[in-house]
């Protein structure tokens, strides 16, 4: 019963998961949005755990990359409601096409507006290259 009950606390995403993920992302953002070339739009982008559970959210406002300040409501948003640990771990490394398969499986909730879910995917693949880069 113990290695059952190890199992799925092992399958769960954690609020704390999201939380250094999405500083380790906004991080990211903040470097290679300095140097962006185009303009990118405002947006609003929250991941959580679950329905109840508190979101964390990214925003891009007027250049600047935050997490979880208050003044998005007005924002183009998306929200992802992240259930499975394999879903963070697509995120983690930048993995697109486990987060899209996480979307159409159902273990992955996307809701809002396509624009900051474009975006976001963009910015998802553009991380991806610059690690693939380094690794090389």
């Known amino acids: ?8 606390k092992e399958s769960n995403a ?10 380790s992302f906004s991080a990211y953002l ?5 140097d962006a070339v185009a303009p990118s ?7 959580s755990i679950s ?5 964390i959210t990214i925003v891009y406002n ?6 979880n300040e208050f003044g998005s409501d007005n924002l183009p948003t998306c929200s992802l409601v992240i259930t499975d640990k394999s879903t963070v771990t697509a995120l983690q490394v930048s993995d697109v096409q486990v987060l899209l398969r996480s979307i159409c499986k159902g273990t992955c ?3 809002g507006q396509v624009e900051p879910f474009i975006w976001f995917i963009g910015r998802i ?8 880069k380094v690794i090389s």
């Open 62 to 67: 007027d250049g600047i990359v935050s997490v």
């Open 109 to 111: 909730l996307l809701k």
């Open 1 to 8: 019963m113990a290695v059952v009950n190890s199992q799925a």
């Open 30 to 34: 903040k470097e290679s949005l300095t």
């Open 14 to 23: 954690t609020q704390a998961d999201i939380e250094n993920w999405a500083h």
């Open 125 to 132: 693949v553009d991380q991806k290259q610059v690690e693939m």
């Open 41 to 47: 739009p405002n947006l609003a982008i929250t991941v």
């Open 51 to 55: 329905e109840q559970a508190e979101p």
